[in-house]
C-alpha cells in the first residue's frame, strides 16, 4: 500500500511540476510575443489561467500531505498536547469532508463542461473542470490519510 501512495505522491508531483513548466513557457512566449513581434498569440492568457489552475489542483494534495498550508497557531500551542492532536485529527476530517462535498458536486459540474468549449483555446471545458475533481479528490484522500495516521499516534489510538 505504501507503494500506491508513493507511486500516487510521485504522479502528483510530476503532473504538478509539468503544469507549471507549461505555465512558464506560455507566460514568456507571450512576453517575447509582445515585445518582439507585430501580434502576440491570443490564447496564451487562457492557456497560462489553465495551467495555474492545474498546477494549484495538482500540488494542493501534497501541501495537505506535507502540511505545507500556511496556518495560525498561538491558540493550538497553549493548548495541552495531547488536545493539539485531537484538534488536528477534527480539523483534517473536517477538511476531508467539505473536500468530499466538493469532490461529489465537482464530479456533477464536469457534465455541464461538455456542452461548453473555452474561448480561445476551444478545449472543452469539463477538461479545466476536472481540475477541481483532482484537487478535492487528492484533499480527501490526503487528510483522511493524516485522520488515519494521526488516530495511531494518539493516546489510546492503537500503538
Do not use: C
Amino acid at each position: 500500500m505504501k507503494k500506491i501512495w508513493s507511486l500516487f505522491g510521485h504522479l502528483l508531483e510530476i503532473s504538478a511540476i509539468l503544469s507549471f513548466l507549461g505555465l512558464v513557457a506560455v507566460v514568456l512566449l507571450q512576453v517575447y510575443a509582445r515585445l518582439f513581434l507585430p501580434k502576440s498569440p491570443h490564447w496564451t492568457e487562457e492557456a497560462s489561467r489553465f495551467l495555474f489552475i492545474y498546477t494549484v489542483s495538482f500540488a494542493s494534495g501534497l501541501a495537505i500531505r506535507d502540511r505545507a498550508f500556511v496556518n495560525v497557531d498561538v491558540f493550538v500551542n497553549l493548548l495541552p498536547q495531547t488536545l493539539q492532536r485531537w484538534l488536528q485529527i477534527l480539523l483534517d476530517f473536517l477538511v476531508a469532508a467539505f473536500m468530499a462535498l466538493v469532490f461529489y458536486y465537482s464530479i456533477r459540474n464536469l457534465g455541464i463542461g461538455r456542452m461548453q468549449t473555452s474561448a480561445s483555446l476551444r478545449v472543452p471545458m469539463n477538461y479545466i473542470f476536472a481540475s477541481m475533481s483532482v484537487m478535492s479528490g487528492t484533499i480527501v484522500l490526503y487528510s483522511m490519510g493524516a485522520v488515519v495516521r494521526d488516530m495511531r499516534l494518539a493516546p489510546g489510538g492503537g500503538n
